[in-house]
Each structure stands twice: as structure tokens, then as C-alpha cells.
């Protein structure tokens, strides 16, 4: 846009410069010096060297002298052009208009003042045209790198959450191997499945909701074989179509890691893990909810780990004014509520 801004703002200024000094020279050198052509291309030249030299030289003086240098230059314009219209109602004199009213006798401060602002309005006038056409072009550019620079934070916070799934998975892979637990093949299909997910769509801005759902019930099934069948586990998932909802992956799947890493402490009869997901009218509310106990107590003002603190940034970053995470806790429960506002275009 800066570009063709420029190369057609002064082909413009040039092709009519050119035009009329065709026109007028040599024989009329003073109509072409005080021509509308000769002010536009001064008033032009002055625009740009002020934005693009002039206001990034070091040193006031350099500047105020630069400066002095434009108002010499337009002051003899100026005088040019009071000299030239003095010329003018003299030849028309000669050929009887202005019988009742009488020619100028000379040049005058006031006709020369009035054509110098003029000109110095027709400067800043072609100035701030050059500094709005740049400010644009700043604000396109600053507005790419902000968005590369959230993409990349984005990017990093979501990688930091990979680590810590596999090295649980993992830990969870060689209590079962110690056993020679008949489900340890199931567990690790579902350990490989999940591990497709994290690589196959790390890349991508969004996904099918559904397929971050399904990374949950893969996490809470390899889970249930670490605790037990019997261990309460609840998922609800309710009011979506797998076709209609996307998401940024790996954003659920912090709170509930999160729930299994406190919830289940250790294996104790009453501990439990409540999933609840309902999605309606665009909006997506995840209710994560785990057991308390009072080996837990002390670390209840620590419980904000790195997970719940990715989330929070990513939230920020993805879902600016669009998203809510709120905690709630007893002495017995600890509930994570996120609310997300979704918004149905792939990226």
C-alpha cells in the first residue's frame, strides 16, 4: 500500500511538471517557476525530505537549519509568484481591463506573506499524507508481529504441556509392566493413540472439539487402568455434533490432569474425578471437580502448578475477553470452572 502510495502520488507530481515545462519553456520561464506544477513538486520534495531526512538527523541545529533552508525556498516562490501576478495585471492593463482599478506598483509583504502560507499549508498538507500512508504500514506490520509473536507464545506454552503427559503416561506404563498386568497392551494402544494426537496436531491452530474430547477419554481410560475400573471416574459430555465445534487443542486436558494429580493423591476409597463438558450456543463450559483430602492441605496455596498457569496465559493469548477461569475449593472439593466463548471459523 506505502508503495503504490508513493510511485503513484509522485508519477502524478512529475508527469505534471513535465507537462508544463513542455508547455511553457523556454520562452516563458517565469509562468513555469510560478506554475501550480513547480508548487506541487517543492511542496512534495520539501513533505518527503522532512519525513524521511530531516526529522531523523541528530542534533537541533541540523534540524533548524533544514528547516530555514524550506522557508527560504518557499519565500522565493512566494516572491515569484507576487512578482509574476504583478506581471499579469500589467499586461492586462495594456490591453484596457482594470480601467477603474489601479495596478500594484510593486511587490508587497502582505500578497508575498499570504502565497508563503499558502505553500506551507500545501507542505504539511502533502506531509501528513506521507506520514498517515507510513503510519499504516506500521500498524499492518506491528499488527503481523504481534499475531507471530502470540502464535509463538502460544507455540511454547503448549509444547511445555507434552512433556509432563508422556512422563506420567510413562510412569503409569512401567507400574503396570512391574505386575505384568494383562491390560498393559491395551494401555499402551491407547498410550500410542494419544501420542499420534500430540504429534499430528501440534501444529494445527484448531481442531474438531471432538477430537480433544476424545483425547480426554483416551487419558481418562489409560487412567482407570491405573487406578481401577472401579475408581470414580465420571465424563459427561453434552450439546455438541462432532461436525459443528472447534477448539485449540490441548487446552481441557491441563484441568484435567490436573484433577487426576490431586484427586487421586493417592488411591483412597472415596477419592473421585468429576468431568462435566456442555457446549451450547457457542459456548463451552468445562466443570472439573476432584476430592480433597487432608494430606493435601499443605499444598493447597501451591495447587496453581505450571499447567494451571500455561492455561492461564494461553487463555489470555487465544481467547482474549472470551474466556473465564475461575476456582473454587472446600475443604473436601477442589472445582475448576472454564468457560470459553468458541468461535466456528477454522483457521
Not at 494402544?189 to 500430540?198: A, F, G, I, P, T
Request: hydrophobic share 40%; charged share 25%.
Amino acid at each position: 500500500m506505502k508503495t503504490t502510495f508513493h510511485v503513484v502520488f509522485i508519477a502524478i507530481i512529475l508527469i505534471s511538471l513535465l507537462r508544463r515545462a513542455f508547455v511553457s519553456l523556454p520562452d516563458n520561464w517565469l509562468f513555469f517557476l510560478t506554475s501550480d506544477a513547480v508548487e506541487n513538486f517543492l511542496c512534495a520534495l520539501i513533505a518527503y525530505v522532512l519525513y524521511y531526512f530531516v526529522l531523523k538527523l541528530n542534533g537541533n541545529w541540523k534540524k533548524i537549519g533544514a528547516s530555514i533552508i524550506f522557508v527560504i525556498i518557499l519565500l522565493t516562490l512566494a516572491s515569484l509568484k507576487d512578482y509574476r501576478t504583478l506581471e499579469d495585471y500589467r499586461i492586462l492593463k495594456d490591453y484596457g481591463a482594470f480601467k477603474e482599478y489601479r495596478v500594484p506598483d510593486g511587490i508587497t509583504f502582505r500578497r508575498t506573506f499570504d502565497y508563503f502560507t499558502s505553500f506551507l499549508g500545501q507542505s504539511f498538507l502533502f506531509y501528513s499524507f506521507v506520514y498517515i500512508i507510513n503510519r499504516f504500514e506500521f500498524f499492518g506490520q506491528y499488527q503481523k508481529l504481534e499475531r507471530e509473536l502470540n502464535q509463538a507464545k502460544e507455540q511454547l506454552l503448549r509444547n511445555q504441556l507434552h512433556p509432563h503427559f508422556l512422563f506420567n503416561a510413562f510412569n503409569s506404563l512401567y507400574s503396570l509392566s512391574l505386575k505384568n498386568d494383562p491390560e498393559t497392551s491395551d494401555y499402551i494402544l491407547k498410550l500410542s493413540s494419544m501420542m499420534r494426537y500430540l504429534t499430528d496436531e501440534t501444529h494445527l491452530e484448531k481442531v474438531p472439539l471432538y477430537k480433544e474430547i476424545d483425547f480426554i477419554e483416551k487419558y481418562i481410560a489409560i487412567e482407570k487402568i491405573r487406578f481401577g475400573q472401579d475408581a470414580r471416574i465420571q465424563l459427561r459430555v453434552a450439546g455438541f455434533h462432532r461436525e459443528e465445534k472447534w477448539i485449540e487443542p490441548f487446552l481441557l486436558i491441563t484441568l484435567v490432569e490436573n484433577a487426576f494429580k490431586h484427586g487421586f493423591y493417592t488411591n483412597i476409597k472415596d477419592a473421585f474425578v468429576k468431568i462435566d463438558v456442555d457446549i451450547g450456543n457457542d459456548e463451552l463450559l468445562c466443570t472439573v471437580e476432584n476430592s480433597l483430602f487432608s494430606k493435601q492441605h499443605f499444598q493447597e496455596n501451591n495447587r496453581e502448578g505450571k499447567g494451571l498457569k500455561n492455561l492461564k496465559k494461553r487463555l489470555e493469548l487465544l481467547y482474549p475477553k472470551r474466556s473465564s477461569l475461575t476456582i473454587t475449593n472446600t475443604q473436601k472439593t477442589y472445582t475448576a470452572h472454564l468457560k470459553i466463548t468458541l468461535n466456528n471459523d477454522v483457521i
